[in-house]
């Protein structure tokens, strides 16, 4: 399938604004191009997170990461997303069930696996929590904070019961 050229070059600057914290102009970029590219799944994922990320409007950021994954269902970063948004929305069981899905699919991403840990640990599950952050640490180590893993690690080892 050709796309018309102009969508990877508005998807690139859409990434660009975001990085440089220019919400409104990266979600900009990525409306745009979805008004070209209606079944633009790259797109639709990277403007759901962005908002999850920032706990911003997110049954709209649902909505879009739904339609992402019409598109491809069984894409695990895609996957991630949802389930983040829907960590953010405290809606911890749909969050459980999308992360561990992209969690158990990409084993080596840092990032999913310290998101699923998160809900983990809200569900109370402490154990399968560390395990899942000790896989973050030990994966591709991208765009994650050792540290604050580390300190997520001691901390909810302090509320495991004394064996």
């Given at each position: 399938v050709m796309f018309p050229p102009e969508t990877s070059i508005t998807f690139e600057l859409g990434a660009v604004f975001n990085k440089q914290k220019?919400?409104?102009?990266?979600?900009?970029?990525?409306?745009?191009?979805?008004?070209?590219?209606?079944?633009?799944?790259?797109?639709?994922?990277y403007l759901g997170y962005m908002l999850a990320e920032r706990g911003k409007r997110l049954d709209e950021s649902?909505?879009?990461?739904?339609?992402?994954?019409q598109l491809e269902p069984d894409n695990g970063s895609f996957l991630d997303s949802l389930g983040w948004a829907y960590y953010k929305s405290g809606k911890l069981d749909l969050a459980a069930d999308n992360l561990k899905r992209a969690a158990e699919q990409l084993t080596n991403n840092s990032v999913i696996q310290d998101h699923y840990g998160d809900v983990l640990l809200k569900l109370g599950r402490y154990d399968e929590a560390i395990?899942?952050?000790?896989?973050?640490?030990?994966?591709?180590?991208?765009?994650?904070?050792?540290?604050?893993?580390?300190?997520k690690i001691r901390s909810t080892r302090q509320k495991l019961p004394k064996r």
């Open positions: 220019r919400y409104a102009d990266a979600e900009a970029a990525f409306l745009r191009l979805l008004a070209l590219d209606p079944e633009n799944a790259a797109a639709l994922n649902v909505g879009y990461l739904k339609r992402a994954l395990a899942v952050w000790m896989r973050a640490l030990s994966g591709d180590g991208d765009s994650i904070d050792r540290g604050a893993i580390d300190k």
